[in-house]
């Protein structure tokens, strides 16, 4: 019988660690911050120092990211709502990263509880 997305993504929350919003602010400068939602989301704003690495993408550019190369590397792992950040804490599990925590409620429930955020500087051109 076939699953649904919201299946896959039950699952996974069962197979990690997550953590609230407040938890993860205490968190911020202690762990590598991971943004897996797509660029575009990224730019319109995200949690301040995040690196982004778009879910799609995410097992072939992790390594390519000096602060998160180390499998070793303390991460903390957030999306829109939490659905993408827990498929990709599963995924970075079965790649080795043992230390790995989900945001809950993504940067829509960081943004709800009026938590700092920051957006990238525009690229000039010129």
């Not at 660690?17 to 202690?30: D, P, Q, R, Y």
């Not at 660029?39 to 390519?64: Q, T």
């Not at 938590?115 to 525009?122: F, L, V």
């Amino acid at each position: 019988m076939p699953v649904s997305p919201h299946d896959l993504v039950v699952e996974a929350k069962s197979q990690i660690k997550e953590v609230t919003c407040e938890e993860a602010m205490s968190l911020l400068g202690k762990r590598v911050v991971l943004d897996v939602r797509e660029y575009d989301e990224f730019s319109a704003g995200h949690l301040p120092g995040a690196i982004n690495i778009p879910r799609g993408v995410l097992e072939f550019k992790i390594g390519m990211v000096p602060e998160a190369a180390d499998r070793q590397s303390a991460l903390l792992v957030y999306c829109r709502t939490s659905g993408r950040a827990a498929l990709s804490v599963v995924q970075l599990q079965r790649l080795g990263y043992n230390d790995v925590i989900s945001m809950s409620g993504g940067f829509e429930q960081w943004s709800s509880e009026q938590r700092p955020t920051e957006k990238p500087e525009p690229i000039n051109f010129e």
